[in-house]
């Protein structure tokens, strides 16, 4: 038997999926344990030769790895089914199916590029109310502030690669990784094992995108946004090109 190292679970997609497989998402348990004990000579509630049944109530609770492994079982057992994913192919993939596939997990972009992009944000007086009370002043160096345009929503964008045709495009709550976040970053580049529900393809004629830092993050809404020129939103949103997969990420582990 292989156990999974989980690196990432996604317990809200996990729950939502559970229940349209009508699997039970929690319950609780008293497992009663019952030990009979000679009475010993002397003691006030027991006469000589009698017995004491000592009784021992542990509460148990299905955690989000009782849930995934059932949720597995059941795809097989009902032949929904988790369908491997070809990187070359995507032709039998269609929205709202779950796939499965290994491949290196990459980041969107280089560092340098972010960089860039956060000193736009922060050149831009339509940011500045926004922004300069959210990022503490000894901490408003680029890469903080960075850090803080990636991580505000604690959501990050990564996607994977083959390289082969297609990527397959996604993001992490960070929130719901089961190692630490700096863990998480040593990973980029080596191999994970992925289930992932379809949301959509991409044509290689496409553009698509990974964050709109503005929606997705600074949380300006849409009638804002179109304050703006086009060419002036483009600015804060992260793309790539496809063929590609998008969808949200299940399960990640090695």
């Known amino acids: 038997m292989l156990f999974k190292n ?13 229940k349209q497989l009508e699997i039970e ?41 009782d849930l995934i492994r059932i949720f597995e079982k059941k795809t097989q057992e009902d032949e929904t089914g988790i369908i491997c994913f070809d990187f070359d192919d995507a032709d039998h993939i269609f929205s709202g199916q779950l796939i499965q596939f290994t491949a290196k997990m990459m980041k969107p972009k280089g560092d340098d590029e972010n960089i860039e992009l956060v000193n736009s944000i922060k050149q831009n007086p339509f940011f500045t109310e926004i922004i300069k009370d959210s990022v503490e002043k000894e901490n408003s160096n680029e890469q903080k502030l960075l850090d803080f345009v990636l991580k505000q929503n604690n959501n990050i964008p990564i996607y994977f690669s083959n390289d082969e045709k ?13 190692i630490s976040y700096e863990d998480f970053q ?9 289930v992932l529900l379809v949301d959509r393809k991409y044509s290689e004629q496409q553009d698509v995108i990974l964050m709109d830092i503005m929606k997705d993050i600074l949380k300006i809404g849409r009638d804002l946004r179109r304050t703006m020129p086009k060419q002036e939103q483009d600015k804060y949103i992260i793309k790539d090109k496809g063929p590609a997969i998008k969808g949200e990420i299940l399960a990640m582990y090695n």
């Open 186 to 194: 040593e990973l980029y580049g080596e191999e994970v094992k992925v």
């Open 6 to 18: 989980y690196i990432y679970v996604n317990e809200v997609l996990l729950k939502k999926l559970s």
């Open 25 to 65: 998402m929690s319950y609780d348990i008293e497992k009663t344990n019952q030990k009979n004990r000679k009475a010993g000579i002397g003691g006030s509630s027991f006469s000589i030769g009698g017995e004491n049944i000592q009784t021992d109530t542990e509460s148990l609770k299905k955690d989000k790895y």
């Open 166 to 178: 297609y990527i397959v495009v996604s993001s992490i709550n960070i929130d719901m990784l089961d």
